[in-house]
Protein backbone atom coordinates (compact mmCIF):
# COMPACT_ATOMS: atom_id res chain seq x y z
CA UNK A 1 0.00 0.00 0.00
CA UNK A 2 1.09 3.22 -1.09
CA UNK A 3 1.38 5.99 1.67
CA UNK A 4 -0.18 9.47 0.54
CA UNK A 5 1.10 12.77 1.38
CA UNK A 6 -1.38 15.46 1.82
CA UNK A 7 -0.47 16.30 -1.64
CA UNK A 8 -3.17 13.87 -3.05
CA UNK A 9 -5.73 16.20 -1.66
CA UNK A 10 -3.74 19.47 -1.50
CA UNK A 11 -6.67 21.43 -2.05
CA UNK A 12 -8.86 20.15 0.13
CA UNK A 13 -6.48 19.90 3.63
CA UNK A 14 -4.99 23.16 3.28
CA UNK A 15 -6.25 25.22 5.98
CA UNK A 16 -9.35 27.19 5.24
CA UNK A 17 -8.61 29.82 7.62
CA UNK A 18 -5.27 30.96 6.32
CA UNK A 19 -6.59 30.85 2.41
CA UNK A 20 -5.15 34.18 0.45
CA UNK A 21 -2.58 35.07 2.85
CA UNK A 22 0.54 35.19 2.03
CA UNK A 23 2.56 32.05 1.70
CA UNK A 24 6.30 31.55 2.74
CA UNK A 25 8.03 27.95 1.73
CA UNK A 26 10.80 26.00 3.21
CA UNK A 27 11.53 23.58 0.70
CA UNK A 28 14.76 21.43 0.06
CA UNK A 29 15.24 18.48 -3.19
CA UNK A 30 13.48 15.96 -1.39
CA UNK A 31 10.15 18.05 -1.79
CA UNK A 32 8.66 15.97 -3.98
CA UNK A 33 5.26 14.26 -4.14
CA UNK A 34 4.55 10.68 -5.10
CA UNK A 35 5.07 11.42 -9.05
CA UNK A 36 8.11 13.05 -8.47
CA UNK A 37 6.66 16.64 -8.84
CA UNK A 38 8.92 19.05 -6.67
CA UNK A 39 6.49 20.54 -3.80
CA UNK A 40 7.48 24.20 -5.62
CA UNK A 41 6.13 23.05 -9.20
CA UNK A 42 2.48 22.18 -6.81
CA UNK A 43 2.46 25.50 -4.69
CA UNK A 44 2.71 27.18 -8.08
CA UNK A 45 -0.58 25.45 -9.39
CA UNK A 46 -2.26 27.12 -6.28
CA UNK A 47 -0.73 30.58 -6.05
CA UNK A 48 -3.23 33.05 -6.62
CA UNK A 49 -6.08 30.44 -5.70
CA UNK A 50 -5.34 29.30 -2.19
CA UNK A 51 -2.49 31.42 -1.11
CA UNK A 52 -0.46 34.04 -2.61
CA UNK A 53 3.46 32.84 -2.88
CA UNK A 54 5.78 35.58 -1.39
CA UNK A 55 9.09 34.02 -0.24
CA UNK A 56 11.40 31.03 -0.39
CA UNK A 57 13.28 29.38 2.50
CA UNK A 58 16.04 27.08 1.90
CA UNK A 59 18.02 24.98 4.30
CA UNK A 60 21.34 23.53 4.79
CA UNK A 61 22.77 22.44 1.01
CA UNK A 62 19.98 24.82 -0.24
CA UNK A 63 16.97 24.37 -2.14
CA UNK A 64 18.62 22.56 -4.95
CA UNK A 65 20.85 20.60 -2.68
CA UNK A 66 23.82 22.35 -4.25
CA UNK A 67 26.38 22.43 -1.65
CA UNK A 68 28.47 20.41 0.32
CA UNK A 69 28.75 19.46 4.36
CA UNK A 70 29.67 21.60 7.41
CA UNK A 71 29.45 25.02 7.50
CA UNK A 72 30.08 25.39 3.23
CA UNK A 73 27.11 28.30 3.30
CA UNK A 74 25.07 29.35 0.45
CA UNK A 75 23.26 32.90 -0.78
CA UNK A 76 19.60 33.64 -0.78
CA UNK A 77 18.44 35.21 -4.41
CA UNK A 78 15.58 35.91 -5.79
CA UNK A 79 13.46 33.32 -8.17
CA UNK A 80 13.70 34.43 -12.00
CA UNK A 81 10.83 33.28 -12.42
CA UNK A 82 8.25 34.09 -9.37
CA UNK A 83 10.38 37.15 -9.26
CA UNK A 84 10.02 36.76 -5.26
CA UNK A 85 13.16 36.42 -2.32
CA UNK A 86 15.15 32.75 -1.71
CA UNK A 87 16.16 33.13 1.56
CA UNK A 88 19.56 31.37 2.83
CA UNK A 89 18.47 29.71 6.32
CA UNK A 90 22.51 28.30 6.13
CA UNK A 91 24.49 31.52 5.85
CA UNK A 92 24.67 34.75 7.61
CA UNK A 93 21.85 33.19 9.69
CA UNK A 94 20.27 29.69 10.11
CA UNK A 95 16.84 31.84 12.07
CA UNK A 96 14.79 33.59 10.13
CA UNK A 97 14.92 37.38 10.53
CA UNK A 98 11.86 39.59 11.20
CA UNK A 99 12.48 41.45 7.91
CA UNK A 100 12.26 37.47 6.44
CA UNK A 101 9.39 36.91 7.61
CA UNK A 102 8.14 40.72 7.39
CA UNK A 103 7.15 38.95 3.33
CA UNK A 104 5.33 36.44 4.65
CA UNK A 105 1.76 35.38 6.79
CA UNK A 106 1.99 31.37 6.92
CA UNK A 107 5.40 30.39 6.82
CA UNK A 108 4.67 26.16 4.71
CA UNK A 109 7.09 23.97 5.65
CA UNK A 110 7.93 20.45 3.56
CA UNK A 111 11.26 18.83 4.19
CA UNK A 112 12.33 14.68 4.05
CA UNK A 113 13.95 13.78 7.47
CA UNK A 114 15.97 11.23 7.65
CA UNK A 115 15.78 9.85 11.43
CA UNK A 116 18.67 11.11 13.04
CA UNK A 117 19.73 14.09 15.42
CA UNK A 118 22.18 15.69 13.58
CA UNK A 119 20.32 16.13 10.80
CA UNK A 120 20.18 19.86 10.19
CA UNK A 121 16.69 20.11 9.04
CA UNK A 122 14.70 19.31 11.95
CA UNK A 123 16.58 22.18 13.65
CA UNK A 124 15.71 24.68 10.80
CA UNK A 125 12.24 23.78 11.05
CA UNK A 126 12.58 24.00 15.19
CA UNK A 127 14.56 27.99 14.83
CA UNK A 128 12.00 28.31 12.07
CA UNK A 129 9.11 27.84 14.89
CA UNK A 130 10.58 30.11 17.24
CA UNK A 131 11.10 32.86 15.33
CA UNK A 132 7.30 32.19 13.85
CA UNK A 133 5.89 32.09 17.67
CA UNK A 134 7.80 35.67 18.34
CA UNK A 135 6.69 37.27 14.46
CA UNK A 136 2.78 35.65 15.29
CA UNK A 137 3.00 33.54 11.98
CA UNK A 138 1.37 30.25 11.98
CA UNK A 139 3.36 27.45 10.98
CA UNK A 140 2.28 24.68 8.42
CA UNK A 141 4.51 21.12 8.21
CA UNK A 142 3.41 18.79 5.58
CA UNK A 143 3.88 15.17 7.51
CA UNK A 144 6.32 13.06 5.57
CA UNK A 145 7.79 9.31 6.41
CA UNK A 146 10.67 8.55 8.82
CA UNK A 147 12.56 6.63 6.72
CA UNK A 148 13.99 4.32 10.10
CA UNK A 149 10.74 4.03 11.32
CA UNK A 150 10.29 4.54 14.81
CA UNK A 151 13.00 2.53 16.11
CA UNK A 152 14.66 4.67 18.74
CA UNK A 153 18.98 4.57 19.71
CA UNK A 154 21.63 6.51 21.92
CA UNK A 155 21.61 9.17 24.14
CA UNK A 156 19.56 12.15 25.09
CA UNK A 157 21.00 15.45 24.28
CA UNK A 158 22.63 17.21 27.24
CA UNK A 159 21.03 20.74 27.02
CA UNK A 160 24.53 22.54 27.83
CA UNK A 161 25.63 20.77 24.21
CA UNK A 162 23.08 22.25 22.37
CA UNK A 163 24.41 23.02 18.21
CA UNK A 164 23.06 23.35 15.12
CA UNK A 165 23.47 19.29 15.11
CA UNK A 166 20.80 19.52 18.21
CA UNK A 167 18.97 22.06 19.89
CA UNK A 168 16.52 19.93 21.94
CA UNK A 169 16.41 16.34 23.66
CA UNK A 170 16.46 14.40 21.41
CA UNK A 171 17.97 10.94 21.53
CA UNK A 172 20.24 10.17 18.43
CA UNK A 173 18.03 8.00 16.28
CA UNK A 174 14.60 9.51 17.52
CA UNK A 175 11.95 7.56 16.35
CA UNK A 176 9.86 10.45 14.49
CA UNK A 177 8.13 11.62 11.88
CA UNK A 178 9.36 15.50 10.72
CA UNK A 179 5.18 16.31 11.86
CA UNK A 180 5.65 14.52 15.03
CA UNK A 181 8.77 16.52 15.73
CA UNK A 182 6.94 19.74 14.97
CA UNK A 183 4.12 18.75 17.95
CA UNK A 184 7.09 18.07 20.03
CA UNK A 185 8.79 21.48 19.85
CA UNK A 186 5.66 23.24 20.03
CA UNK A 187 3.98 21.24 23.38
CA UNK A 188 7.91 21.53 25.23
CA UNK A 189 9.50 24.66 23.68
CA UNK A 190 6.80 27.11 21.16
CA UNK A 191 3.54 26.85 23.15
CA UNK A 192 2.44 30.05 21.55
CA UNK A 193 2.96 29.17 17.87
CA UNK A 194 -0.14 28.45 15.78
CA UNK A 195 1.06 24.85 14.03
CA UNK A 196 -1.32 22.99 11.74
CA UNK A 197 0.12 19.32 10.71
CA UNK A 198 -0.74 18.38 7.21
CA UNK A 199 -0.62 14.64 7.78
CA UNK A 200 -0.52 11.41 5.85
CA UNK A 201 -2.54 8.53 5.18
CA UNK A 202 -2.23 5.30 5.12
CA UNK A 203 1.43 5.27 7.17
CA UNK A 204 2.42 2.61 10.14
CA UNK A 205 5.62 4.10 12.20
CA UNK A 206 6.77 1.35 11.70
CA UNK A 207 7.75 1.38 8.63
CA UNK A 208 10.90 1.69 6.86
CA UNK A 209 10.73 4.25 3.66
CA UNK A 210 11.11 1.11 1.28
CA UNK A 211 7.52 0.42 2.43
CA UNK A 212 5.62 3.19 2.12
CA UNK A 213 5.74 3.08 -1.63
CA UNK A 214 6.84 7.10 -1.94
CA UNK A 215 10.13 7.65 -4.09
CA UNK A 216 13.54 7.94 -2.70
CA UNK A 217 15.31 11.57 -3.64
CA UNK A 218 18.24 12.69 -1.66
CA UNK A 219 17.71 15.31 0.75
CA UNK A 220 21.59 16.01 0.67
CA UNK A 221 24.38 15.50 -1.03
CA UNK A 222 25.79 12.70 0.85
CA UNK A 223 22.33 10.53 1.19
CA UNK A 224 21.66 9.07 -1.48
CA UNK A 225 19.88 6.04 -0.64
CA UNK A 226 17.86 4.75 2.38
CA UNK A 227 21.31 2.21 2.89
CA UNK A 228 22.65 5.18 3.44
CA UNK A 229 20.23 6.59 5.99
CA UNK A 230 20.45 3.20 8.24
CA UNK A 231 24.14 3.50 8.84
CA UNK A 232 23.57 7.35 9.28
CA UNK A 233 22.81 7.44 12.81
CA UNK A 234 25.96 5.88 13.85
CA UNK A 235 28.44 6.53 10.91
CA UNK A 236 28.08 10.00 10.82
CA UNK A 237 29.82 9.90 14.31
CA UNK A 238 33.18 9.39 12.05
CA UNK A 239 32.44 13.18 11.01
CA UNK A 240 33.88 14.01 14.34
CA UNK A 241 37.47 11.99 13.85
CA UNK A 242 40.28 11.81 11.24
CA UNK A 243 38.95 8.48 9.56
CA UNK A 244 37.06 9.15 6.12
CA UNK A 245 33.33 8.22 6.51
CA UNK A 246 33.27 7.90 2.87
CA UNK A 247 32.48 11.15 1.40
CA UNK A 248 33.98 11.59 -2.17
CA UNK A 249 32.74 7.90 -2.47
CA UNK A 250 29.87 6.73 -4.40
CA UNK A 251 28.79 4.83 -0.79
CA UNK A 252 29.33 7.57 2.24
CA UNK A 253 28.86 6.63 5.29
CA UNK A 254 28.53 2.73 3.96
CA UNK A 255 32.68 3.30 3.48
CA UNK A 256 34.58 4.17 6.21
CA UNK A 257 38.85 3.90 6.06
CA UNK A 258 41.89 5.50 6.37
CA UNK A 259 45.72 5.72 5.11
CA UNK A 260 46.65 3.76 8.07
CA UNK A 261 44.45 1.33 8.95
CA UNK A 262 45.19 -2.92 8.12
CA UNK A 263 41.45 -3.51 6.72
CA UNK A 264 41.87 -7.24 7.18
CA UNK A 265 42.68 -7.13 10.66
CA UNK A 266 39.94 -4.30 11.51
CA UNK A 267 37.34 -6.67 9.60
CA UNK A 268 38.46 -9.76 11.47
CA UNK A 269 37.95 -7.99 15.05
CA UNK A 270 34.67 -6.42 14.11
CA UNK A 271 33.09 -9.62 12.08
CA UNK A 272 34.34 -11.42 15.44
CA UNK A 273 31.72 -9.12 17.81
CA UNK A 274 28.89 -10.97 15.95
CA UNK A 275 27.06 -7.35 16.11
CA UNK A 276 23.38 -7.92 15.07
CA UNK A 277 22.18 -7.72 11.79
CA UNK A 278 25.63 -6.25 9.97
CA UNK A 279 28.80 -7.95 8.23
CA UNK A 280 31.91 -5.57 7.51
CA UNK A 281 33.33 -6.27 3.87
CA UNK A 282 37.20 -5.74 3.58
CA UNK A 283 37.68 -2.92 1.49
CA UNK A 284 39.85 -0.28 0.01
CA UNK A 285 38.69 3.05 -1.51
CA UNK A 286 40.68 6.38 -2.43
CA UNK A 287 37.97 9.47 -1.98
CA UNK A 288 37.63 12.29 -4.56
CA UNK A 289 37.25 15.07 -2.01
CA UNK A 290 37.25 15.66 2.10
CA UNK A 291 39.37 13.14 4.29
CA UNK A 292 41.55 11.00 2.33
CA UNK A 293 41.41 12.82 -1.57
CA UNK A 294 43.81 10.82 -2.92
CA UNK A 295 45.07 8.02 -0.59
CA UNK A 296 44.13 4.64 -0.81
CA UNK A 297 42.79 4.14 2.77
CA UNK A 298 41.86 0.96 3.74
CA UNK A 299 38.71 0.33 5.79
CA UNK A 300 35.19 -1.73 5.89
CA UNK A 301 32.19 -1.89 3.73
CA UNK A 302 29.08 -1.74 6.85
CA UNK A 303 26.61 -4.71 4.96
CA UNK A 304 23.18 -4.19 6.59
CA UNK A 305 21.98 -7.52 6.85
CA UNK A 306 19.18 -7.44 8.66
CA UNK A 307 17.98 -4.09 9.34
CA UNK A 308 15.64 -5.05 12.43
CA UNK A 309 18.05 -5.99 14.26
CA UNK A 310 20.97 -4.08 13.28
CA UNK A 311 21.55 -1.26 15.38
CA UNK A 312 23.95 1.44 13.87
CA UNK A 313 24.87 3.65 17.38
CA UNK A 314 25.89 0.89 18.71
CA UNK A 315 27.99 -0.47 15.92
CA UNK A 316 29.97 3.00 15.49
CA UNK A 317 30.55 3.07 19.24
CA UNK A 318 32.13 -0.16 19.08
CA UNK A 319 33.86 0.73 15.98
CA UNK A 320 35.46 3.64 17.27
CA UNK A 321 36.63 2.08 20.58
CA UNK A 322 38.63 -0.35 18.21
CA UNK A 323 40.36 2.64 16.62
CA UNK A 324 41.37 4.08 19.52
CA UNK A 325 42.94 1.31 21.44
CA UNK A 326 44.65 0.21 17.99
CA UNK A 327 45.85 3.21 16.36
CA UNK A 328 46.40 5.49 19.72
CA UNK A 329 49.76 7.65 17.48
CA UNK A 330 47.39 7.77 14.80
CA UNK A 331 43.46 7.83 15.17
CA UNK A 332 42.57 11.86 16.35
CA UNK A 333 38.65 13.66 17.50
CA UNK A 334 38.95 16.48 14.99
CA UNK A 335 38.82 20.12 16.59
CA UNK A 336 35.95 22.90 16.25
CA UNK A 337 34.98 24.57 14.67
CA UNK A 338 31.74 22.27 13.80
CA UNK A 339 28.30 23.22 12.82
CA UNK A 340 28.99 26.64 13.64
CA UNK A 341 30.49 25.30 17.31
CA UNK A 342 33.72 26.96 18.26
CA UNK A 343 34.62 25.54 21.70
CA UNK A 344 33.24 22.15 22.10
CA UNK A 345 35.11 18.89 20.79
CA UNK A 346 32.76 17.83 17.54
CA UNK A 347 32.14 14.31 18.69
CA UNK A 348 30.82 15.96 21.79
CA UNK A 349 28.86 18.15 20.27
CA UNK A 350 27.84 15.02 18.01
CA UNK A 351 27.16 12.94 20.79
CA UNK A 352 25.52 15.61 22.67
CA UNK A 353 26.91 15.08 26.00
CA UNK A 354 30.69 15.62 27.78
CA UNK A 355 30.60 12.37 29.31
CA UNK A 356 29.55 10.05 27.14
CA UNK A 357 33.05 10.01 24.66
CA UNK A 358 35.34 9.19 28.12
CA UNK A 359 32.87 6.80 29.59
CA UNK A 360 31.99 4.54 26.78
CA UNK A 361 34.24 5.23 24.12
CA UNK A 362 37.91 6.15 25.77
CA UNK A 363 37.44 3.83 28.57
CA UNK A 364 35.35 1.67 27.13
CA UNK A 365 36.17 -2.40 27.08
CA UNK A 366 37.02 -3.79 24.01
Known amino acids: ?20 KRLGALLHPASIDSSLHHSLEILRRFDGNLFKLSALFGPQHGILGHTQDNMIEWEGSVDPELGIPVYSLYGKTREPSPEMLSHIDVLFVDMQDVGARYYTFIWTLFLCMKACEKANIPVIVLNRPNPLGNTVEGPVLDLDYTSFVGLWKLPIRHGRTIGELARQFQEECFPHVELHVMEMD ?9 ETGLPWVMPSPNMPTLDTAIVYPGMC ?28 KLCRYLNGLKLPGVYFRENYFQPTFHKGAGQICGGAQIHVLDREKFRSFEMAVRILRYLLHEYPNDFAWKNPPYEYEYEKLPIDILLGSGTFRKDF ?3 GEL
Open 1 to 20: MTVRLAYSSFEDSYPQKWRG
Open 202 to 210: GYDSRMWFD
Open 237 to 264: LFEATNVSEGRGTTRPFELFGAPFIDAK
Open 361 to 363: IEN
